[in-house]
C-alpha cells in the first residue's frame, strides 16, 4: 500500500483546508485509514480515523473543526479543516491500517499564521 498526502500549505488562523490521502496498491487490504500530526517537539497524535465500514472517531481537540471522508470511486481519503487555530500547525501523515501492518505517507506540512 503506497499512500500519498496532499493540501497542506499556509493559511491564517480561522481559516480552512482540506488534506488528501490517495492510496494505490493493495488497497483491498485496508481496514481503516487516519490522519495523525506531528508539532515540532512533540508526539505524533491522532487526529481523525475512517473505516472501511465508514465509522469515524476524532481527537477531541478538532471535534467539530474537522472532518474525515473517504471516496472510494477514486481510493482516496479528506480530511477537511475548518476554524484551524495556531495549535493546528503540524506535518499531518496518511496512515493505513491493515491486518498485517500499517502503513504511512510521506506527510504534509500544514502552517497556521496569526
Known amino acids: 500500500v503506497l499512500l500519498e498526502e496532499s493540501g497542506g500549505g499556509l493559511v491564517q488562523a480561522g481559516g480552512s483546508l482540506r488534506l488528501s490521502c490517495a492510496a494505490s496498491?493493495?488497497?483491498?487490504?485496508?481496514?481503516?485509514v487516519g490522519w495523525y500530526r506531528q508539532a515540532p517537539g512533540k508526539h505524533r497524535e491522532l487526529v481523525a480515523t475512517?473505516?472501511?465500514?465508514?465509522?469515524?472517531n476524532y481527537a477531541d481537540a478538532v471535534k467539530g473543526r474537522f472532518a474525515i471522508s473517504r471516496d472510494d470511486a477514486v481510493y482516496t481519503v479528506y480530511l477537511q479543516m475548518n476554524n484551524l487555530k495556531l495549535e493546528d500547525k503540524a506535518v499531518y501523515y496518511c496512515?493505513?491500517?491493515?491486518?498485517?501492518?500499517?502503513?504511512w505517507g510521506q506527510g504534509t506540512q500544514v502552517t497556521v499564521s496569526s
Open positions: 496498491g493493495n488497497i483491498f487490504s485496508i481496514n481503516a
Open positions: 475512517i473505516t472501511a465500514g465508514r465509522s469515524v
Open positions: 496512515n493505513a491500517d491493515t491486518d498485517f501492518r500499517t502503513y
